[in-house]
């Protein structure tokens, strides 16, 4: 990996990392298409996974006080049943047609996150073990399982404090779920070290604007860059077809 690629890499993961610690996910859909197009579509989602497991990991711990552990577990083996069938696509995908099915999904779950903010289908509770099916496939093969959560809180009146430190522990369980069925990714020293740094400093960062940022704007701005990236994620799957 090249100097460049690595430090490209640093920087959305840093950005990331900041969305996460304000909204309480972010991480992927900032990160993945990004990360994908300097990585690949499969060491790209696998170190996502395992940013996002450090990630999730710190987040909990500081949020502990207002896990629901008990929706966390249940959500978690429903995760379990579309990561099996998920982790089966990811391997048998050629690179250029996972690239497309990558860039396609995030796109899909930025659009559906920000056009659809309740859907009886779910509703508890039967919408957990949907939300958690659909998050968990998109997770192994994407990198990004966070839309479907978004909608199953919203539909369901999720109380924004028990949201925001259950989906943490969540996501720290469907990210070790993808890595046992992917594998742990191979990347040189120092681009872990450099991915460490950008995960201490946006968390940091996060912590401080959380009171401060204007979400709406930030918002979009995100939705914005997300997108462009999940687009040319996917063209450059197509045009490696």
């Given at each position: 990996m090249s100097t460049l690629a690595a430090c490209g890499a640093a920087a959305v993961i840093l950005l990331g990392a900041m969305v996460q610690r304000v909204t309480g996910m972010g991480l992927a859909l900032v990160a993945a298409p990004f990360i994908v197009l300097v990585l690949g579509p499969n060491l790209g989602v696998q170190t996502l996974q395992v940013v996002g497991i450090t990630v999730c990991t710190i987040n909990a711990w500081s949020l502990r006080g207002n896990v629901d552990w008990r929706r966390a577990a249940v959500l978690i083996a429903c995760a379990a049943l579309g990561i099996i069938p998920?982790?089966?696509?990811?391997?048998?995908?050629?690179?250029?047609?996972?690239?497309?099915?990558?860039?396609?999904?995030?796109?899909?779950?930025?659009?559906?996150?920000?056009?659809?903010?309740?859907?009886?289908?779910?509703?508890?509770?039967?919408?957990?073990?949907?939300?958690?099916?659909?998050?968990?496939?998109?997770?192994v093969t994407a990198g990004v399982g966070g839309?479907?959560?978004?909608?199953?809180a919203s539909t369901n009146r999720w109380a924004y404090a028990g949201y925001l430190a259950t989906i943490q522990v969540y996501f720290l369980g469907i990210s070790t779920l993808s890595l046992l069925g992917r594998g742990l990714p191979v990347l040189p020293w120092p681009v872990w070290a450099l991915l460490a740094v950008s995960v201490i400093v946006g968390l940091s960062l996060g912590r401080l604007i959380a009171s401060r940022i204007d979400e709406r704007t930030a918002d979009r701005a995100i939705f914005a860059v997300a997108l462009v990236g999940a687009v040319s994620t996917a063209v450059q799957g197509v045009l490696a077809l």
């Open positions: 998920g982790t089966w696509v990811a391997r048998v995908l050629p690179t250029a047609w996972l690239s497309v099915v990558i860039g396609v999904l995030v796109a899909a779950a930025l659009l559906l996150s920000r056009l659809v903010r309740r859907n009886p289908v779910f509703e508890d509770p039967h919408g957990r073990v949907v939300a958690g099916m659909v998050s968990g496939f998109m997770n839309p479907p959560m978004v909608i199953y």
